[in-house]
């Protein structure tokens, strides 16, 4: 990797708790596809002097870790994406001119994994859970051209998912348990059940319907 004055900086902000393994992804990606660019870590608990560090050092953009679930964080940069804005989160942050913009890109993340193996037109969904990822996945999914037949929405507090009625393509909300009488074309997980937490929900039977 050759660094010289026209390196793109890219900052990944956070505690100093977190563990990245970020700059090993990155870093060779950049360098295999011939990115200028670097990829570097920043630890902080306190987000301003970091935020601050990307406009003043001229810094192309950020990664935040820990501090996207922050709604005081997002007051920080000088603007959002309507994504952002729904959920109340930045997720990273892109510097032009001085003028930093805040994005959340949880939505968009897991509706381009979908779209990457099938179309979501006229096709039935079931999405788990209520969080900023579903809330951002069902505003990326009302700006597409083609909606799905329709979408069931459950989680295992359903008074969080009231909200979401507000879209024509959401069918039904509903606890978990109303999982075992659905079936459909494709089921999203956006919940922590076998990330964080062990995943007791999602059988074979019930994937496969």
């Known amino acids: 990797m050759n660094i010289d004055g026209n390196t793109e900086l890219i900052a990944h902000i956070g505690y100093p708790t977190h563990s990245f393994k970020s700059p090993l992804i990155y870093n060779p990606y950049f360098e295999e596809v011939g990115e200028n660019a670097i990829f570097l870590l920043f630890y902080n608990p306190n987000p301003k002097p970091l935020v601050d560090g990307i406009k003043n050092l001229n810094f192309s953009g950020a990664v935040t870790v820990g501090f996207e679930t922050d709604a005081e964080f997002a007051k920080l940069v000088d603007e959002y994406d309507e994504s952002s804005k729904i959920v109340?989160?930045?997720?990273?942050?892109?510097?032009?001119?001085?003028?930093?913009?805040?994005?959340?890109?949880?939505?968009?993340?897991?509706?381009?994994?979908?779209?990457?193996?099938?179309?979501?037109?006229?096709?039935?969904?079931?999405?788990v859970g209520a969080g900023n990822v579903a809330k951002s996945l069902l505003w990326e999914i009302s700006r597409q051209k083609k909606l799905p037949r329709s979408v069931v929405v459950l989680n295992r507090t359903p008074e969080k998912l009231a909200e979401f009625r507000r879209y024509k393509f959401v069918k039904n909300i509903g606890d978990l348990s109303l999982i075992n009488k659905l079936s459909g074309d494709i089921l999203v997980n956006v919940t922590h059940l076998g990330v964080r937490e062990p995943d007791t929900l999602f059988s074979k039977k019930i994937v496969d319907k």
């Open 88 to 127: 109340n989160r930045v997720g990273f942050i892109k510097n032009v001119n001085g003028k930093l913009t805040g994005y959340y890109q949880g939505g968009l993340g897991q509706l381009l994994s979908i779209q990457s193996v099938t179309s979501m037109a006229d096709k039935d969904l079931v999405i």
